[in-house]
């Protein structure tokens, strides 16, 4: 199994651009979660879906931040319109489904580090 | 709510010499503790869990953590450190079916 891949692994964009990340969860997972890393705050979790399903938002830090998960496949992570403070590392992981999601870890990809100017 | 809290930021230990980084935990109902490390520019790696039976639980690397309900604690050991351990480690507690709720991090430095 190759993980839980994220792409792009380096982002660099100037403020006010969209910015749209992506992941691929492991095959067979039923949940995703996106997750924001920084200095300040750490680890935040943002939003997490459950059978392409969004569970919990709450996380989000305000409208210019949405996700997508349209099959179990793929999801999306996207900016609109970015401004210098979303610079960060955004993680996502996904997790085995209801029935042993209790004991399960997450596995995370490696993260894409965004860098707004 | 369920939290973990790392009250150390970082973590200094010689090589060969044993480690501890603690983690203290609030849960309501059963607790189901994870620990992960994280290396530079990787994502974060599981190491172990507690959910139910032996307080002492072993996890990948040689790294081992005890479990402590009464001081409610869940702090990751290691006999004998390695420089390849240094690291930032992350305590988690599982929040409900599916989500995790991570600590602050604590940077471990081992060195030589």
């Known amino acids: 199994d190759a993980g839980v891949i994220q792409s792009p692994r380096h982002e660099v964009t100037e403020m006010g651009q969209e910015v749209t990340l992506r992941c691929k969860p492991i095959?067979?997972?039923?949940?995703l979660f996106w997750y924001r890393q920084t200095m300040m705050r750490g680890l935040e979790l943002l939003i997490y879906f459950n059978n392409n399903v969004p569970i919990d938002d709450s996380g989000m830090p305000e409208d210019r931040f949405s996700a997508k998960m349209p099959n179990a496949s793929f999801s999306t992570l996207k900016i609109q319109p970015s401004e210098p403070r979303d610079s960060a590392v955004y993680f996502c992981?996904?997790?085995?489904?209801?029935?042993?999601?209790?004991?399960?870890?997450?596995?995370f990809g490696n993260g894409t580090r965004l860098t707004v100017t | 709510a369920q939290s973990v809290a790392q009250p150390e930021d970082q973590v200094n230990v010689a090589e060969g010499n044993p480690l501890t980084v603690k983690c203290t935990y609030s849960v309501s109902g059963n607790p189901y503790l994870f620990w992960y490390v994280q290396y530079p520019n990787r994502g974060l790696q599981f190491l172990l869990k507690y959910i139910t039976g032996d307080n002492l639980v072993k996890g990948s690397y040689g790294f081992e953590a005890e479990f402590n309900k009464s001081q409610t604690s869940f702090h990751l050991k290691k006999p004998s450190a390695l420089v390849s351990d240094s690291a930032l480690y992350f305590c988690a507690v599982r929040d409900r079916p599916g989500k995790l709720i991570f600590g602050t991090g604590t940077r471990l430095q081992v060195f030589p």
């Open positions: 992981a996904s997790s085995p489904g209801q029935a042993i999601s209790y004991n399960s870890p997450l596995h």
């Open positions: 095959s067979g997972h039923d949940y």
